[in-house]
């Protein structure tokens, strides 16, 4: 079937300039990609032109939220390779704010300010980050509105946010791994467990002892939780093969991860060799039983329980499945681990209610628990549901969004002669994950669903040779999808996450009494300060610590003398109760910057290298006379 068939109704409104432009990935983007057999064919009849222009119109003025109105669910967006995670309105798509996590943030002093790289901790050296998987912590398969987890690939990190101030508030590194990519929740009774997979194989030890004959080497990765409540690593399993992506599941008892490189290889040709990899799942009480009966190891540099999930462990089960799998999605209806081809045209649906005899040996092979392997199209590589029964995957190489209906693919799988495809959506252009409103909890309620397009060609005005990428908004809560809103983005939103918006409740303005900046408060009971009135400078050796406070439009000291050389830390205390008015500080010539806002303590070190006189002023609009508040820091030469 050409594009021109497969697009039919949805390129006169989606694609005005022709669709010779869809092409140019069909072949190369995945090696490999040109042996694969052909998508399954439409099921549902293809809408009258007047009919789908009149169905576009009606979801277009959904997506109108009005000035002053609100959005009815709030997106949190991972920003990929940039480091940070963007909180959109959905479904007007503007962005609303951005929290800076695995990047420097001059805004908002992140990286810079002592209480965030208190929270960063070792790894606030590193500069960059690479994160994918932002989820919203749940209790009992709903999501809680509490935290929100994110990996990042590039440094092997789990960070977590507050929701309440939409602020990072712990990271933790994962020992003995090397880049932490998939990231999913439990789900039940609660998330106690952040499930991450560390995705590349190394020696173990990795210390050079053993480079000379790495063949001899123990080689593996492993399967890692951490606790939410306490950001520190619980286990980790080490696995055959690698990791990719991974989900829980909504009894609490299993989650589920992809491999794609069952070969141990270090090269692509050599991960695409066999025509199957696998899924592995942990059985999470018999993991945690294992613990504690003490069957655990510990590896050099870190106490925490490294279990053995190699195959003919108790603790995993591998079931093949076709060539390179990518994205593991738990359906909202808890019966399916839904695995994506990727390689293959086809997903596989593991059903969980069968594991348990899975794991008790009662199945004659672990592919006894595929309930069905629907051919959808080329490159399946994530999936997405509605709630009621079907299924949105994917298509990276046929640049589209499949919709597919999940207990008639079971039907066809058994033989009826079933059509389970209902509509094929073009999406521009290659999309990576996709994700429907609230779709990760008991209550995925099928209205809205974002395809994260990872190449937007000539859908925006050119940028130069980098180009955006594009975040569909599709309104799926008819029976045919709607694509409704391009929206351009900067580098690279993996996935991301949809919540009604009731479910988040952020505070208006910051508490006083707020652990984000206890350290800090102690340090000032320490020097005698009481940071909501007092506005003193403390000398200790070369350590100068200069306490102030601010109020719209002044800073509690204007003037303040140290000497060349001195390590200076500055702790600002916004009084001002008013919402919204945030203070910002500003050393000129310094690299030093931060956010205080309403009821805020924030501090910032650094050394006044620089004899003479150095301004410093408030950065955040705050007040008429905001280029007014300034004051002078007087350097005096060593
Ligand atoms: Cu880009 Cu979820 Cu990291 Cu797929 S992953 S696309
Ligand atoms: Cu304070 Cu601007
Ligand atoms: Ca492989």
Not at 193 to 202: G, L, Q, R, W
Not at 322 to 337: A, E, M, Q, R
Not at 393 to 422: C, H, P
Request: with cysteine; glycine share 8%.
């Amino acid at each position: 079937m050409s594009n021109e068939d497969q697009s039919k109704h949805s390129s006169a409104e989606t694609e005005p300039r022709g669709i010779s432009r869809r092409n140019f990935l069909g072949a190369t983007a995945v090696t490999g990609a040109t042996a694969l057999a052909g998508a399954a064919g439409l099921g549902s009849a293809v809408m009258t032109r007047e009919s789908w222009a009149a169905a576009v119109k009606e979801s277009s003025q959904k997506i109108h939220v009005n000035p002053g109105e609100l959005d009815e669910y709030y997106g949190f967006w991972s920003g990929g390779h940039q480091g940070e995670v963007r909180v959109m309105g959905v479904p007007s798509m503007r962005e609303l704010m951005r929290i800076p996590v695995f990047n420097i943030d001059s805004a908002t002093g992140w990286g810079l300010t002592n209480e965030s790289k208190r929270i960063m901790g070792d790894s606030a050296k590193y500069l960059n980050g690479d994160c994918h998987h932002p989820h919203i912590s749940m209790t009992d398969g709903r999501y809680d509105g509490k935290y929100l987890f994110i990996n990042d690939k590039a440094n092997s990190r789990v960070a977590r946010i507050r929701l309440d101030i939409m602020k990072c508030d712990k990271m933790v590194t994962i020992p003995n791994v090397q880049a932490i990519h998939g990231l999913r929740l439990q789900k039940v009774p609660r998330t106690k467990y952040v499930f991450c997979n560390a995705e590349f194989i190394i020696p173990h030890p990795n210390d050079g002892s053993n480079i000379a004959n790495l063949d001899a080497a123990e080689q593996y990765t492993m399967f890692n939780a951490v606790d939410g409540d306490t950001m520190e690593v619980a286990f980790q399993v080490i696995v055959d093969g690698n990791l990719d992506n991974v989900d829980a599941d909504y009894t609490g008892k299993y989650a589920a991860a992809t491999c794609y490189n069952a070969e141990k290889a270090t090269d692509l040709g050599g991960m695409m060799r066999l025509e199957r990899d696998w899924v592995v799942v942990f059985n999470i009480p018999r993991i945690e039983a294992a613990i504690q009966a003490k069957k655990f190891k510990t590896l050099p540099g870190s106490n925490v329980p490294v279990l053995d999930g190699r195959e003919g462990s108790e603790l995993t089960r591998y079931i093949p499945v076709p060539k390179n799998p990518h994205g593991l999605n738990t359906s909202s209806d808890g019966k399916y681990f839904i695995a994506n081809g990727k390689l293959s045209p086809t997903v596989s649906m593991i059903e969980i209610a069968r594991l348990d005899d899975l794991f008790a040996d009662k199945l004659k092979e672990p592919r006894d628990v595929i309930a069905a392997e629907p051919e959808l199209g080329l490159g399946p590589l994530h999936t997405t549901f509605d709630g009621r029964g079907n299924a949105y995957t994917t298509l990276f190489i046929d640049s589209q969004v499949v919709k597919w209906n999940m207990e008639e693919a079971v039907r066809a799988y058994k033989g009826e002669k079933v059509n389970y495809i209902k509509q094929k959506l073009d999406v521009q252009y290659q999309p990576g994950h996709n994700h429907a409103s609230l779709t990760e909890s008991r209550d995925a309620d099928g209205k809205w669903l974002v395809a994260l397009c990872k190449f937007s060609k000539d859908r925006f005005l050119p940028t130069g040779p980098l180009h955006a990428e594009n975040d569909q908004l599709i309104d799926i809560s008819g029976d045919e999808m709607v694509l409704v809103h391009d929206g351009p983005t900067y580098a690279e939103p993996h996935d991301c996450i949809l919540a009604k918006r009731d479910q988040i409740r952020p505070r208006k303005i910051w508490d006083r009494q707020d652990p984000y900046f206890a350290e800090t408060r102690a340090m000032a009971e320490k020097d005698g300060v009481n940071l909501d009135t007092d506005n003193k400078v403390i000398r200790d050796g070369n350590k100068v610590r200069v306490y102030m406070t601010s109020v719209a439009p002044t800073y509690g000291i204007t003037e303040f003398k140290v000497k060349q050389g001195d390590e200076v830390t500055v702790v600002i205390t916004n009084l001002d109760l008013v919402e919204d008015v945030s203070h910002g500080f500003c050393m000129v010539n310094h690299g030093v910057s931060m956010e205080i806002s309403p009821q805020q303590t924030s501090s910032i070190s650094f050394v006044a290298d620089k004899a003479g006189v150095h301004w410093y002023y408030c950065n955040w609009f705050c007040h008429a006379l905001h280029m007014e508040m300034v004051g002078r820091m007087i350097v005096e030469p060593a």
